[in-house]
């Protein structure tokens, strides 16, 4: 992860690299931890240069997980890294993260699939979307306020109504 990750596309589609991200996540909490500003940078040039290098072809299989993990670590970096971003670094991650999530399965502003049962009543919305949401609130309150808007609205009473069966919906 120090160097540059080349963008080679494996047989799979995608050069995703869950290992990659753990690390970048690694360094983030290090930095969030103990205030060790090498792990912190390192976290943010990681992620950034993970982002202009991850590629998803339109034949990688299940490519939307994927992506909503990339966008997760994203989301933890900004959060965790705050006082060490720049503007620029801001923008970038934003930017980022919502062209991924505009390429899975629920869209991005995320209004696509139902709330009861499908993969958007998984990590994409409840996790990803949010959660970037949720690290870049003071510069992009819009993130949060659709996903939150539409877990609030969408989701709760459908699930509360389900739950009661004690069954998975």
């Known amino acids: 992860v120090d160097g540059i990750l080349q963008p080679i596309v494996l047989g799979s589609g995608t050069n995703y690299n869950a290992t ?22 390192k976290a943010i040039a990681a992620i950034k240069n993970y982002f202009r290098t991850i590629a998803f072809t339109d034949n990688a299989q299940d490519i939307t997980r994927s992506m909503g993990h990339t966008i997760f670590v994203a989301s933890e970096v900004y959060d965790w890294c705050y006082p060490l971003l720049t503007t620029s670094d801001k923008n970038y991650i934003i930017v980022a993260g919502e062209a991924l ?48 808007g539409r877990l609030m609205s969408q989701f709760i009473e459908p699930r509360n109504y389900w739950f009661a069966s004690h069954t998975h919906n």
């Open 20 to 41: 990659y991200l753990a690390t970048i996540e690694a360094y983030a909490l290090k930095y969030a931890l103990d205030g060790d500003t090498t792990y912190g940078n």
């Open 101 to 148: 999530a505009k390429r899975m399965e629920v869209g991005y502003p995320p209004s696509g699939q139902g709330a009861v049962t499908g993969h958007n009543g998984e990590a994409q919305l409840l996790r990803d979307i949010l959660s970037l949401g949720i690290a870049t609130y003071n510069e992009r309150p819009d993130i949060y306020n659709y996903a939150a």
